[in-house]
T-cell receptor, first 114, second 112 residues
Framework: EDQVTQSPEALRLQEGESSSLNCSYTVSGLRGLFWYRQDPGKGPEFLFTLYSAGEEKEKERLKATLTKKESSLHITAPKPEDSATYLCAVQAVVSGDSSYKLIFGSGTRLLVRP | KAGVTQTPRYLIKTRGQQVTLSCSPISGHRSVSWYQQTPGQGLQFLFEYFSETQRNKGNFPGRFSGRQFSNSRSEMNVSTLELGDSALYLC???????????FGPGTRLLVL
């Protein structure tokens, strides 16, 4: 069964304390992997798209990488405003069909304390 | 460029009623997808519309339906509401199928 697993479920960091969030997946026909940030009560905000193993993308304090079985989102010197839930989503082939589906992980809740 | 808009933002209904939610995609985007988000199940895919046709459907009962208009705007309908339908309903649009999806703010539905 296609599955996307994010770890840890929750992460508390001190301001400036760098860390990584992990997203592992078991899907057939991976087409792309997406990272989103979601603030409470709001819709997910797009961060990155990764398509192939070895690919890296950076934006401000965030850096996303992709391997064949997982992706990491590294946060360098985080600030309190980085506090949010980070969602990973994988676009995979629907078995027996020519269409694709987007499967979301359950997210990592990040809290950055000043 | 305006983002994805959803109306209404909040809704309270009672069991057995039906509800219609609306989504206006980013200008130029032709694909619209709908998701249900709950604390227990996370983000679950409902369906995808492209060129006024449903292209993909998640594992939800037939009470959940949708449609897309010629201007790419989309609506989803839930009939015979149940308590478990209480959730944040999110709409996402992309330029074409399989491209990056951009989400709206969501409609929070509470079923009493």
């Amino acid at each position: 069964e296609d599955q996307v697993t994010q770890s840890p479920e929750a992460l508390r960091l001190q301001e400036g304390e760098s860390s990584s969030l992990n997203c592992s997946y078991t899907v057939s026909g991976l087409r792309g992997l997406f990272w989103y940030r979601q603030d409470p009560g709001k819709g997910p905000e797009f961060l990155f798209t990764l398509y192939s193993a070895g690919e890296e993308k950076e934006k401000e304090r965030l850096k996303a990488t992709l391997t064949k079985k997982e992706s990491s989102l590294h946060i360098t010197a985080p600030k309190p405003e980085d506090s949010a839930t980070y969602l990973c989503a994988v676009q995979a082939v629907v078995s027996g069909d020519s269409s694709y589906k987007l499967i979301f992980g359950s997210g990592t809740r990040l809290l950055v304390r000043p | 460029k305006a983002g994805v808009t959803q109306t209404p933002r909040y809704l309270i209904k009672t069991r057995g009623q039906q509800v219609t939610l609306s989504c206006s995609p980013i200008s130029g985007h032709r694909s619209v997808s709908w998701y249900q988000q709950t604390p227990g199940q996370g983000l679950q895919f409902l369906f995808e519309y492209f060129s006024e046709t449903q292209r993909n459907k998640g594992n939800f009962p037939g009470r959940f339906s949708g449609r897309q208009f010629s201007n790419s705007r989309s609506e989803m309908n839930v009939s015979t509401l149940e308590l478990g339908d209480s959730a944040l309903y999110l709409c996402a649009s992309s330029k074409n199928r399989l491209e990056t999806q951009y989400f709206g703010p969501g409609t929070r539905l509470l079923v009493l």
